[in-house]
């Protein structure tokens, strides 16, 4: 990497051009002063300005990486619900009244045994989700099967509740990335000890009815898939921890 001006080299030339001859007059003397006092501050100030940066941080990932990440995904979000909403309206099955997705979202909470101890153990637990989800939590529930309709052979069908097979796609991708997203930094020790220390990180208390709809719709996915792929745990503890905020 390129270094700044040499201190030692610089002020020598300083010094230098100050104790020239005897016999150049003063007032070039001076003016020659007045450049190798320049020449030395210039020197230090780049020695200053130019120190190496401190290493990172080896503790892990930053809050404000998290920030950026949540910022970088808006459009995705946006596109997310949009899609999510319209699947909604499509939606046969839905409880009659004015409520809307986000509303039973609100009322709804996770299971209670999720996040599992044992995470490998997801793909089985799913297919008896139904026996622990009630209320809002059974509606949204069904909700995501009908997004994720479990069926023999697994991924033989795809809802158009969003209108095409084209949008249940690009649905399916906006939200696997936002479920890894969520699950990566519900993962962070770090993040874990704020949500525990403030009582509810300002963060995943904003995005809880998200969290939540991720979880349902992961849930009808894995059995959609019959992937036997483990479950997020991360997405899971998030929820976890709103749940016990509003307990």
Known sequence: MQRGPDLKFWSGVGLALVSLAPGISDAIRTILAL??????VVSIVFAIVRRPSPAPSPSGPRRTDWEEQLHEHRLDRREFNRLLKAAFANWSMKPTGDRSLEDIARGSQI?????LTDNSKFPHWAWAAEERC???AAILLQFASAIYPAVTPPMAVKSQLMGSTGEFDRFDTIRIELAKFWDYWGRQVPIDRVITEQKGDPIVRAFAS???LLTFLEIARVRWADSGLPGKSGLFRLGRRNAEMDA
């Not at 299971?111 to 996040?115: N, S, V």
């Open 134 to 136: 009630t209320g809002d």
């Open 111 to 115: 299971p209670t045994d999720l996040p």
């Open 210 to 212: 998200e969290i939540k």
């Open 35 to 40: 450049i190798g006092g320049a020449l030395i």
